[in-house]
């Protein structure tokens, strides 16, 4: 059969057609080698597997999924979503420049602001929301514009396709950290981002049981591909085998997964916007949202799993809600099949995150009972 393009969910649950050619297996194995054979005429058995740093099937296996639901020229694996940011800022030269959106996933916010520190990068943090802001950061030269969509814990949706414009004014690549939308509900690549990051510890694995992080890129031959690729063989921030095969194993539901969560999400955002112990809510796919439109017009399927409340009357009383709920652990991440609540503030006290601010992940249960736990903590 000659299908032009396969649907988010056939190239998952197929694992992009990865199986086991030595063994006939449906399902792929683990390559475990570290290193690979030449024939007697010394010649490389394999052109493309010389040492296991970094050449691995699994892996490689692994990123052809990835790179389909993403649309890329070529995608590559890291060793968590970090270890694919810095990867991506290392190709960064001295003394150069880069703009980067504020109040995003505060890990990258910190390590950011050190790199550019210690390599004398210029950064200019804007609320690229705020296109005029945007511009206006966007009217010197940059090398690198870095944004997150939609944002984390704000839930905060730039409009990519403007970002892109702006970016190339500057003489800038666009790179959007699409963690919260993952590739199957948005692709920055097709919206004229240049690359894509995720980390794939959150819902792309999705058991919450694997460290992993990824980046797409729109042209593979461009010097900025060709500098993370080298870096990562050269440098070694790899992901082991048996991450990557539980990454396919986790994958080929991920569209499915993302069905369930979505639904949820919208429901129980929309509970929590009705219920008096809340002050607001942020999430995307509620209509009074400030990007609700841009949200649904750049996300197909859903506006995602991640939402943030402000609970009525305080840091005490959103503490105390937290500590009643029953079925959501109490635990920092997302994107995981198990609903997760978290109090930032705990963990990022200096950042302007308010202390009645909870961040939930909405995982695959039953929503009734999701919503049922959230009604009884909320009602104390
Ligand atoms: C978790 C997260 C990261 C970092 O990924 P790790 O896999 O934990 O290194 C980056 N960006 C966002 C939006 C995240 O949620």
Known sequence: MAFKKLKPATIAARAAGSTDAASAGVVPGIHLA?????????????????????????????????RQLEGAAATRLFPSGMAAIAALFRTIPNGGRVVVQSGIYWGATAWIRDFCARRGVALTEVEATDLAELTAACAEPADLVWIEVPSNPWLRVVDIAAAAALARQA???????????????MHPLALGADMVMHSATKAINGHTDVLAGVLSCADADSAVWQAITADRHDAGAILGPFEAWLLLRGMRTLPLRLERMCA?????????????????????????????????????????????????????????????LELFHRATSLGGVESLIEHRHTVESDTGIPENLLRLSIGIEDVDDLIADLDQALNG
């Open 264 to 324: 949820s999400a919208q429901a129980v955002a929309a509970f929590l916007q009705r219920h008096p112990g809340v002050e607001d809510v942020f999430y995307p796919g509620l209509q009074s949202h400030p990007g609700h439109d841009i949200a649904t017009q750049q996300m197909t399927g859903g506006c995602g799993y991640l939402m943030s409340v402000l609970i009525r009357g305080g840091r005490e009383v959103a503490l105390a809600v937290a500590g009643r």
């Open 34 to 66: 570290t290193t690979y054979m030449r024939g007697s005429d010394n010649a490389l058995i394999r052109d493309d597997n010389q040492y296991g740093r970094d050449q691995n099937d699994t892996v490689r296996q692994a990123e052809e999924v990835l």
């Open 171 to 185: 003489g800038a690549l666009l790179a959007v950290d699409a963690t919260a939308a993952t590739p199957v509900l």
